[in-house]
């Protein structure tokens, strides 16, 4: 919330009312004053909620300079997988984290790895991957060896990239140290920050930075969608024809077809008429079991696999049909469903299944998929063409579902009916209740309900089950967020 100051002195409040209109606002506010609730908490609640992708900021840097350590400072908590030797984080992680009031993704990154690509070859790849789906990037280096020439390497990088830097002189564990941090100025990316991970000291000044370096968290826009053609992220683990799909649709050979698994090492974004429209397609490079030391390439695919999503509206995750689903794909459509992507399943091969492994791979979409039980699914076959023409219908679907709007009058009314047709159970003597709610955000649709006690994730899961009979939302991800209302004796 921000104030203006008028010429007669007043303060004019401007609200980030989210998908309410000041008329609709006005009455949310009245009706959470009744219930009890905190007026600054409930606006609050819908402004975070609100809010389109938080910024990103990427932590990069050659192995055991601390990067983990340092990530686990920055969320206040002890997740990022921390030990005394390099390499230890593979794969790219994302946590969220909170500085003076701000929210902002932190993306833990692994250090270089040497494998067959070269020393150089593999910190480009480390560094580019990294920051190229962040909106600022912290370079940590270990005060106590100096700057080396990997360092040098990712500098020039950083440069290349031209995102916003906060360098970080990690290990200065006291004062005697910061005269090692100030001789990291020759990296020319200004003013080091001298920092102990382990212990915290000057993490809150090089936060202080960090915000100064990320953007503000965008508002949110509903249902408008971003200007040119709707980007279509085509992922799934190697070898289930992604390219062959793409070279179907897009009518002629675009992409490298190979029977070798792992033949696309870049994104590849192709412009494609289908269905009347232009969409942009990308093809992405397959997502493999944990990588090893020596597939260096694969892992570094993996990372741009993940920055195509971050980019698409939609995700098209291509499945083997052929073959048995296995924890890879269930990995890859997890991946999809956390950065809050449209959804459709593409079982690919389809013209290869005999009945009885139709049989039972229906059987292992209601126990293995079962939790994407509301995204749109094709069956394809990339090679023959095969009901290709069912691929847009599917894709339109899922981006109509993610950018539903519910108007908070009628989503009060079907919660009203649901609470009172089907309570909370009693917990302690106690049974919460869903008190009311408004849809703060979209793509995907983000809801804040409002209630008098802690509601249990079994019945928050019950509520988007009946959200999605009512109100469509195939296609898309659904994000719920429940603010408690503080008992009153506790408030002055």
């Known amino acids: 919330m921000n104030d203006h100051i008028q010429p007669d002195g007043s303060a004019e409040h401007e609200h980030d009312h989210g998908a309410l209109g000041d008329a609709e606002f006005a009455e949310f506010m009245e009706l959470a004053a009744e219930e009890g609730f905190d007026l600054e908490d409930v606006e ?37 997988v921390v030990e005394d030797k390099p390499g230890v984080t593979r794969d790219r992680v994302t946590y969220e984290a909170e500085w003076a009031g701000r929210r902002f993704k932190v993306v833990d990154t692994g250090g270089w790895e040497q494998d067959v690509l070269g020393i150089d070859a593999s910190v480009a790849a480390q560094a580019e991957y990294a920051i190229e789906a962040a909106d600022a990037v912290v370079f940590v280096v270990d005060a106590k060896v ?15 990239a031209g995102k916003p830097v906060v360098l970080c002189a990690n290990k200065v564990d006291g004062p005697s140290g910061e005269a090692d941090a100030s001789y990291l100025w020759s990296l020319g990316l200004g003013e ?36 040119g053609p709707r980007r279509i992220a085509l992922i799934g683990r190697p070898n289930v024809g992604k390219s062959s799909l793409l070279n179907k649709v897009a009518g002629e050979e675009r992409v490298v077809v190979n029977e070798i698994a792992g033949t696309t090492r870049d994104p590849v974004d192709e412009l494609i008429e289908l269905g009347g429209k232009t969409w942009k397609f990308v093809d992405t490079a397959g997502i493999r079991k944990r990588v090893h030391l020596q597939q260096g390439a694969d892992y570094y695919a993996s990372l741009r696999t993940a920055a195509a999503v971050e980019k698409a509206e939609v995700a098209v995750v291509l499945l083997d049909a052929s073959d048995s689903i296995s924890v890879q794909d269930q990995r890859i459509v997890t991946m999809a469903v956390e950065a809050g992507r449209a959804l459709v399943l ?63 009058g009628r989503l009060n009314a079907f919660l009203g009916e649901l609470v009172a047709a089907h309570p909370h159970p009693v917990r302690g003597g106690k049974q919460p209740r869903i008190l009311f709610g408004t849809q703060a955000g979209t793509r995907p649709p983000r809801f804040v309900l409002f209630a008098s006690g802690f509601i249990e994730a079994g019945y928050r899961r019950f509520i988007e089950r009946r959200l999605r009979e009512e109100f469509g939302f195939e296609g898309t991800p659904l994000h719920l967020s429940v603010r408690v209302r503080e008992k009153r004796g506790k408030k002055k």
Request: aromatic share 4%.
């Open 192 to 227: 080091p920050h001298p920092v102990s991970a382990l212990h915290g000291r000057g993490t809150g000044d090089m936060l202080d930075q960090v915000l100064e370096a990320l953007p503000e968290a965008p508002a949110q826009t509903f249902g408008t969608a971003v200007g």
């Open 346 to 408: 593409a079982f690919n091969k389809w013209d290869t299944l005999d009945e009885e492994r139709r049989y039972y791979l229906e059987r292992e979409i209601e126990t293995e998929l079962g939790q994407v039980a509301w995204a749109p699914r094709v069956n394809v076959s990339a090679r023959t063409g095969r009901h290709m023409e069912k691929l847009v219908p599917a894709i339109e679907t899922a981006l109509a579902g993610w950018e539903t709007r519910v108007p908070t």
């Open 44 to 80: 609050g609640a819908i402004e975070a909620a609100g809010h389109g992708p938080l910024p990103v900021l990427a932590v990069v840097g050659r192995p055991n300079v601390g990067k983990s350590t340092l990530v686990n400072r920055i969320i206040g908590r002890r997740e990022a």
């Open 146 to 160: 100096g700057a080396t020439d990997t360092d040098e390497a990712v500098v020039r990088l950083l440069r290349k």
